[in-house]
């Protein structure tokens, strides 16, 4: 069984359009440091609306993009996600096309969170565990039962240490994007989540941020 964070990211904000910084190394760095402390075997890196190819001893890596559709994130995961995608352009079901077009997974990210893409008729490949919001979940694995496909987790990490606090379990010994994508689509994984001390402390400080932006 491996222990994958399918939603991290390697900045702390993103304030600045969806492209690479010099600090992309450094979080990329200080991801993988945390993440073979939390006994992770890989970390998908899920910034917004770019992708970054992320390198460091110690973890491997999985190539992503976290999608700004019009009615809400999706993350894309696999062996090519696009490079990058204009916010609030694509529909949650060109997100899943493209994804699919590029032998990636598309997966509805914190669905109870600034998103409306629940409601569309895109076919995801899976629903999301957010690691920020615990309260959740009950209501994602139900969307996803409905929807017929399976729960998958992710921290979400904006901070490295973060990573972790929500994962997926995946039946199998590779932890390559070719051999992740195939668990997904054939449900063999499930969401985990592993919440600190720390985490519990955040919980209230990360919902009175995202009532400030306007989202939950």
Do not use: Q
């Not at 997966?107 to 490949?125: E, I, M, N, Q, W």
Request: hydrophobic share 40%; with cysteine.
């Amino acid at each position: 069984m491996l222990r994958v964070d399918l939603h991290a990211h390697t900045r702390f904000f993103h304030a600045r359009p969806g492209a690479p910084t010099a600090f992309d190394p450094v979080g990329a760095r200080l991801l993988a440091w945390y993440a073979r402390r939390r006994g992770l075997d890989a970390v998908a890196v899920t910034n917004h609306d770019y992708r970054y190819d992320a390198v460091a001893d110690g973890v491997t890596f999985l190539p992503g993009i976290e999608v700004s559709t019009t009615m809400g994130h999706v993350t894309v995961v696999g062996p090519d996600p696009p490079e990058r995608t204009v916010p609030g352009t694509l529909t949650p079901e060109e997100t899943v096309a493209l994804a699919h077009d590029r032998g990636c997974v598309a997966v509805l990210a914190h669905p109870f969170r600034g998103s409306t893409a629940r409601r569309s008729a895109a076919a995801f490949d899976a629903v999301e565990c957010n690691g920020k919001h615990a309260d959740t979940h009950a209501k994602a694995r139900a969307v996803a039962e409905r929807r017929g496909v399976p729960v998958v987790g992710g921290s979400d990490a904006h901070y490295p240490f973060e990573v972790g606090r929500g994962y997926t379990e995946v039946e199998g010994d590779e932890a390559t994007p070719e051999a992740v994508v195939a668990a997904i689509r054939e449900g063999r994984v499930d969401a985990a989540v592993h919440e600190r001390r720390t985490d519990r402390a955040l919980g209230p400080l990360y919902r009175a941020i995202h009532r400030t932006r306007g989202t939950r």
